[in-house]
Structure formats: structure tokens, C-alpha cells
């Protein structure tokens, strides 16, 4: 167990709709890192928050969104899904801003139908 | 900007032979370097990583890998497979200065009893 929480396991959802992703990190940790992995993919970084700042954006889409709330905890939206969209979505959390090691969550398995 | 390969998608041993897989980098400044392991439907579990210091790392599970600056590489090993380490296995690079962690595409290792 990495200490990393992540809500729902499984999420099925129509094209077009919009679903939310929580993530709770390690106790103490203030780095949040949201990944997509995809077959086609692989593993693509998102985006980054530190201590409820964002910090680093990588391959996210204008669709999709995300903040860092003041317990810490993050949530990764996504609107209008499309088919594309279905993927594992990892959230990983590491204790402070340099990337010495970073813990997983268990991931979001998102199919959009 | 620091980027990661991963020889071979697949690679197959016999359960007692020794794994190698291979893992190549590219960073301008000093990397720390990480081996990652996926089990089935879980996230991904830290195997090892390196910082600073010894550039022969020892992590779980019998696993080890060296990290050599003139080849840039990181190949992990293992001495012997056992059933239990088949998985999927990613090698990942960052920076001290930077955000986030790049990932290579994978290597899924089969072992053959």
C-alpha cells in the first residue's frame, strides 16, 4: 500500500459527460502528479501541484482540469468525454517539489462508451 | 528536457534465468534515475532509484541496476526470475530542478516455468 488514494476504481461513463477523479496523497506529501495511461500512450504526465499551486503542465488537454485543494487532497476533472479518454489515471504524490521518488495510487480506470 | 527508451516492449525468460532489461536516457543535467514495477490491474510500485552516491542500486526483491553515465544507461537485473516477477516494468528519469518524471513505454516480462 503506497499510502496514495485514489476514487472511484472504475468509472464507466457516456461520451460527452463529465466525471471527476479524487485523489488523496501519502500523509505529509505536498506534491500531486496526475498521469493518463493508455495503451497507444503509455504513461503521458498531466499536471503537477505543489502545496495547492500548479506547478508543472504537461500533455492535458483544454478539456480536462485540475486544482489541489488546502487538505491536500486533488481532483482531476474531465468534460466532454470522448472515447479517446478511457484510460488508467494515475495520481502519484511525493513530499516536496524535487522528484526524488513518487508513490502511485492504484488508479482510475476510466472507459467512456 | 530528459527523455527515456526502453529496449524491447517484450522480453521472456525461463523462471531462474537472468533478466536484463534495458533502459537508456537522455537528460543535460545530472539525472535521477528510477525503475518502477506494475503489477496487473495495480500501480506502479517503486523497484529502485538513483540520486547520488553508489552507482550500483540494490532495490526490492532481489533487483539491482547501475546506473552508467558514459553509456547512459540504467539497465535493471535480476539474477534469477521467479514467476512472481512477471509484471510490467518502467524506467523513469528526472531532474533535481525539475517537476516531473518521464517515462519509458514499458517492458512487459514473461516468465517461463
Known amino acids: 500500500d503506497s499510502g496514495v488514494t485514489q476514487t472511484p476504481k472504475h468509472l464507466i461513463t457516456a461520451t460527452g459527460q463529465r466525471v471527476t477523479l479524487r485523489c488523496s496523497p501519502r500523509?505529509?506529501?505536498?506534491?500531486v502528479y496526475w498521469y493518463q495511461q493508455s495503451l497507444d500512450q503509455g504513461l503521458q504526465f498531466l499536471i503537477q501541484?505543489?502545496?495547492?499551486?500548479?506547478?508543472a503542465k504537461g500533455n492535458i488537454l483544454e478539456r480536462f482540469s485540475a486544482q489541489q485543494f488546502p487538505d491536500l487532497h486533488s481532483e482531476l476533472n474531465l468534460s466532454s468525454l470522448e472515447l479517446g479518454d478511457s484510460a488508467l489515471y494515475f495520481c502519484a504524490s511525493s513530499p516536496g517539489q524535487v522528484n526524488t521518488e513518487a508513490f502511485f495510487g492504484q488508479g482510475t480506470r476510466l472507459t467512456v462508451v | 528536457a530528459q527523455s527515456v527508451t526502453q529496449l524491447g516492449s517484450h522480453v521472456s525468460v525461463s523462471e531462474g534465468a537472468l533478466v536484463l532489461l534495458r533502459c537508456n536516457y537522455s537528460?543535460?543535467?545530472?539525472?535521477?534515475l528510477f525503475w518502477y514495477v506494475q503489477y496487473p490491474n495495480q500501480g506502479l510500485q517503486l523497484l529502485l532509484k538513483?540520486?547520488?552516491?553508489?552507482?550500483l542500486v540494490k532495490g526490492i526483491n532481489g533487483f539491482e541496476a547501475e546506473f552508467k553515465k558514459s553509456e547512459t544507461s540504467f539497465h535493471l537485473t535480476k539474477p534469477s526470475a521467479h514467476m512472481s516477477d512477471a509484471a510490467e516494468y518502467f524506467c523513469?528519469?528526472?531532474?533535481?530542478?525539475?517537476?516531473?518524471?518521464?517515462f519509458g513505454t514499458g517492458t512487459s516480462l514473461t516468465v517461463i516455468p
Open positions: 537528460s543535460s543535467v545530472p539525472p535521477y
Open positions: 501541484y505543489y502545496n495547492g499551486e500548479e506547478r
Open positions: 500523509s505529509g506529501d505536498l506534491s
Open positions: 523513469a528519469v528526472s531532474v533535481r530542478t525539475g517537476n516531473q518524471f518521464y
Open positions: 538513483y540520486t547520488t552516491g553508489a552507482t
